[in-house]
């Protein structure tokens, strides 16, 4: 059973997978063209306490404002190893 | 058929090499840093290969097609020309997952595309493996060559791609959609090739329509909701992510996490407490060294000016020259070009330390670091960087603010930037400074740059409170890997700001300079001996009541802030001319400054002095800042607000810095 959090609860250090974007339409679409899509493994490496922080997603580092790391919605991730890119279902 | 004038655009993410690769080719000197938004506007160069010539042009970095920010308007629009006959993707192979994205928007356009991979040393020294075999065949067979734009490598076979595959034209179709969406793209397509006869791309435009792209919508209006029911762009951005999921899978090799330097540095300067202290001490020791190193330089200058300036005197006197003609020469001219000229080398080494910022990486970590303070404000980090890049110079902070989301905050960071200190107004500090504070002068420089940043900040915060604004936080940047700072790029960058400095010089300064001597030494009875009688006292004399309660009411100080509009060094031109000394910088000519200005009515003291530095800190920036804010914000009214509100403030905190330094002073 998976809880349900927003990257805005996530800790520093930890990886977690993107389970929904739940933001204005144009900062999703913005998002969804960086590379943060459903299942998406995503790599938090360090957090202030207002909420900003910094991922690292496909290989490259982002620095995120509490407003969008609170509308994105995520649930831990095992880390496995190689397995970077999690099976999704086919669309 | 060989065509031998071909059109390149080179396009690509930030921070990918697209400049540095362009300047490496074309041979030009374009600025280049290692942050979002420094290219802002699309920049045409030439090059000839095998008999072709290649017309070039630098684009705007953009992550996809889609237009959120002005840069990624100007990029898609240069794209879109269909006078452009090769696109040059340019991608940073250390993370090609992400720059893989555009690539596939770009090959749906059906351009020739040809890839050009930077940094592979990167992927390299990570243990990375790229299978450059691999990888064109899932992208079509387009050619992929690996090019290192800072070492100069690939360069050739780069061309040699660009100009043979432009004589083989578009490949296919790479990317499948799921057969619901193929209908609809082929059904859009047919509407578009009957409607938009003329129009290349249809594959391209139909999946924009589909994706319900707000331009390509307005400037196609057809019936086509029976067809694209719903907004598909999200699925239609996942295919193409998994599409290249399964590149990567087929293409990269040893994929292997260790600990990377960029994440060692950062746990320093991105720490969540201590990141804001570091950024101030490195703006302080930036400061620092621009003051003290290049003072240390200045005794050079000084030297070579004084001898300039008396052996021109004297050949001049020994030809027999007029009177007027050497006064101009020499009390106008050498005087109010030279005393600029001395402050170079201060120049140099503040820019010399905001190439080495910019270049490292480190620039988009200070829209992080100051995301915090910014948002309180209603601002977002990225708005910081206008802000620093102000310290340079205004104009080219102006256009940075391109790379903001909103028209609102544009405006908004237009407004503060101003506020900082730009290198112009550095020799004002010095020179007053270090004649009326002559005990501690960096103390008194430094203090009017945080009063700058201070002021910027607290004027973000009564605007916020009085649109009622929230507090901004949806940052969104990206922060590249960090990197030891490229010596040709930085050299590039300096010289630059130093030949745009001496031009300055050689023009503006200039002809400044001879409209001020001019000025003071002709009045209404022709060449004037007494200045008070010239035309620049009756002009300055009308603002001497306005400027009097700053402690600013001598017509000498009116005509020289007047003429500091042009440009803010002039306002230390004026001054050298006003009481003829030949280098301003220098001990001899500040103490005859001094000496004169206290010798005036109503006196003049520290707390004139600093009264004077505040008001040249806040008024109005010179005529090619305002021009440029004229042009980006694209309103004369807002402009001309902005004007007043300046002028105003200035004078508001003039007055009270003066009133209450005279207690204590």
Redesign the interface.
């Known amino acids: 059973m998976v809880i349900s959090m927003t990257l805005f609860e996530g800790n520093a250090g930890e990886q977690y997978q993107i389970k929904g974007l739940f933001v204005e339409e144009?900062?999703?679409?913005?998002?969804?063209?960086?590379?943060l899509?459903?299942g998406?493994v995503i790599h938090v490496?360090?957090?202030?306490?207002?909420?900003?922080l910094?991922v690292k997603v496909?290989?490259?580092?982002?620095?995120?404002?509490?407003?969008?790391s609170s509308g994105i919605e995520i649930s831990h991730v095992k880390v496995d190893g190689?397995s970077?890119?999690p099976d999704?279902e086919a669309? | 058929m060989q065509k031998t004038d071909i059109k390149v655009a080179f396009v690509g993410n930030p921070n990918c090499g697209k400049t540095t690769l362009f300047n490496a080719i074309t041979g030009s000197r374009l600025k280049v840093a290692n942050w979002p938004g420094v290219t802002v506007e699309k920049i045409e160069g030439a090059a000839s290969y095998e008999g072709c010539s290649l017309h070039l042009v630098d684009t705007p970095g953009i992550y996809s097609l889609s237009c959120y920010t002005i840069e990624e308007k100007v990029t898609r629009s240069c794209v879109m020309d269909d006078d452009i006959d090769v696109l040059v993707n340019i991608v940073d192979a250390s993370s090609l997952e992400r720059n893989l994205y555009l690539t596939l928007q770009l090959l749906e356009l059906g351009k020739p595309v040809v890839l050009a991979l930077n940094m592979m040393d990167i992927v390299k020294e990570r243990g990375l493996e790229i299978d450059l075999h691999r990888l064109p065949e899932m992208l079509g067979n387009i050619p992929v060559v690996p090019v290192s734009a800072a070492k100069r490598t690939g360069l050739d076979i780069l061309l040699h791609a660009v100009v043979h595959h432009y004589e083989e034209g578009p490949q296919n179709d790479i990317l499948h959609y799921a057969d619901e969406i193929e209908n609809k793209i082929a059904k859009l397509e047919v509407m578009m090739q009957a409607n938009y006869p003329t129009h290349s791309s249809p594959r391209w435009h139909a999946i924009k329509l589909l994706e319900y792209d707000e331009d390509v919508r307005m400037e196609h209006p057809m019936q086509i909701l029976n067809v694209a029911d719903h907004n598909y762009e999200k699925q239609i951005i996942q295919r193409k992510y998994k599409y290249i999921d399964s590149i990567m899978e087929e293409v990269l090799f040893h994929k292997e996490e260790k600990e990377q330097m960029t994440d060692q540095i950062d746990k320093v300067l991105t720490h969540p407490v201590l990141g804001v202290p570091v950024f101030l001490l490195i703006m302080a020791f930036v400061f620092f060294m621009t003051f003290t190193v290049g003072d240390a330089l200045k005794g050079v200058f000084e030297i070579a000016l004084g001898f300039i300036s008396t052996s021109t005197e004297q050949a001049l006197l020994s030809f027999g020259t007029a009177d007027w003609l050497i006064s101009l020469v020499v009390n106008g001219i050498i005087a109010g070009v030279g005393g600029i000229l001395t402050f170079l080398p201060n120049i140099a080494i503040l820019f010399l330390a905001l190439a080495v910022l910019e270049d490292s990486g480190y620039m988009a970590r200070v829209a992080y670091v100051m995301d915090g303070i910014m948002g309180k404000v209603g601002l977002s980090g990225k708005a910081f960087l206008p802000m620093i890049l102000g310290f340079g110079c205004t104009v080219p902070a102006i256009m940075a603010t391109r790379a903001l989301e909103t028209e609102h905050d544009r405006r908004k960071t237009m407004v503060i930037t101003p506020f900082m200190s730009c290198s112009a107004r550095l020799p004002i500090y010095v020179l007053f400074s270090e004649m009326f504070f002559p005990e501690n002068p960096f103390v008194i420089c430094i203090s009017m740059y945080i009063i700058g940043l201070i002021i910027a900040i607290l004027i973000a915060l009564v605007m916020n409170k009085l649109e009622k604004g929230k507090s901004n936080d949806s940052l969104l940047i990206e922060l590249p890997e960090y990197k030891r700072p490229n010596a040709r790029t930085i050299r590039i960058y300096v010289w630059t700001k130093l030949k745009d400095y001496l031009t300055k010089a050689g023009t503006t300064i200039f002809i400044a300079s001879i409209i001020i001597w001019f000025l003071l030494n002709y009045g209404m009875q022709g060449m004037v001996t007494d200045a008070g009688e010239s035309f620049g006292a009756m002009i300055g004399k009308l603002l001497v009541p306005v400027l009097a309660p700053a402690g600013l009411g001598m017509w000498q100080i009116a005509v020289a802030l007047i003429s500091g509009i042009s440009a803010k060094e002039v306002v230390v031109s004026s001054f050298a001319v006003l009481f003829g000394v030949a280098n301003a910088n220098s001990a001899d000519g500040m103490q005859m400054i001094v000496t004169n200005i206290q010798s005036m009515n109503p006196g003049f003291g520290a707390a004139n002095a600093f009264s004077l530095m505040i008001f040249c800190l806040l008024y109005i920036p010179c005529v090619a800042s305002l021009v440029t804010i004229d042009k980006e914000s694209k309103s004369h009214k807002f402009t001309i607000k902005m004007i007043v509100f300046q002028l105003l403030f200035a004078w508001v905190m003039a007055v009270m810095v003066y009133q209450t330094g005279k207690i204590f002073f």
């Open positions: 144009a900062i999703t679409r913005r998002l969804e063209a960086l590379g899509n459903d998406t490496l360090t957090r202030k306490k207002n909420g900003a910094i496909r290989g490259t580092r982002l620095a995120l404002g509490k407003h969008i190689n970077n890119v999704r669309m």
